[in-house]
């Protein structure tokens, strides 16, 4: 399941989290706090969906100040409604001891597992670009859409996602086979690092391949795992 923890009674925990990132003078990239956390609830939400659940509940983490919560609940609310989900409960705690010269948050989503789709003969596709730092920024349309892989997955198109993180597409791969020596052919850089999941494997049914392709555009590469 990825970072994904079952806590059992078909409840699942996924999180992600960021730091030096966002507003303060000190910080490595700088973005509005509501651009960070729409990025970090991202991460947690595509680890959701990669084992079938959706959102119940939201925890924000936030150790930039209390000025920065309600830049942080803005943020992943857009995440939600450009998704075209209800927005969950959204709770958490801020840090208002002790001030930090970067920003820092995280972002846990408590999720309920669904029944999973039926097993189908699916080819696997890379979609988005491995972006990090400022490349998020500056190059948002090169990043996996969640309002398309929603859509993909509730209309049977995509039957299984996968998102990748820092450790980069050939890493990921071998966690989702299981494989160690595991190798991948890829018009990508499977090394790069994918900062919030710029890039996210889809197995996609044969019989959907040409619909994934006119709905993906031109940021959905077939990826040949080698094991």
């Known amino acids: 399941m990825r970072n994904a923890i079952d806590i059992g009674n078909g409840f699942i925990v996924t ?83 002790m001030e930090l010269v970067q920003s820092a948050m995280a972002v846990t989503i408590i999720g309920k597992k669904m029944e999973a789709p039926a097993p189908k003969n699916s080819v696997w596709f890379t979609y988005g670009t491995p972006l ?14 969640v309002q398309l892989i929603h859509e993909a997955m509730k209309s049977g198109i995509v039957h299984q996602i996968w998102p990748v993180g820092s450790s980069g597409i050939l890493q990921e791969v071998r966690l989702l086979t299981g494989i160690k020596e595991a190798r991948v052919e890829t018009a990508l850089d499977s090394m790069k690092s994918a900062g919030p999941s710029t890039v996210v494997l889809l197995a996609i049914p044969e019989m959907n391949i040409e619909e994934a392709k006119a709905l993906f555009g031109v940021h959905l590469n077939k990826l040949m795992m080698i094991t």
Do not use: M
Not at 51 to 59: D, G, K, Q, R
Not at 132 to 145: F, K, L, N, Q, Y
């Open 132 to 145: 990090v730092g400022d490349e998020v920024r500056t190059r948002v349309d090169e990043i996996a859409s």
């Open 15 to 97: 999180t992600d989290n960021s730091g030096g990132i966002g507003e303060k003078l000190q910080d490595i990239v700088n973005v509005p706090d509501r651009v960070t956390a729409y990025f970090a609830a991202r991460v947690a939400l595509l680890e959701q969906w990669a084992t079938h659940a959706e959102p119940v509940s939201i925890l924000i983490h936030n150790f930039s100040g209390s000025a920065s919560w309600e830049s942080y609940v803005a943020g992943v609310t857009d995440l939600f409604h450009e998704s075209w989900l209800e927005v969950p409960p959204i709770n958490g705690s801020s840090e208002t001891n």
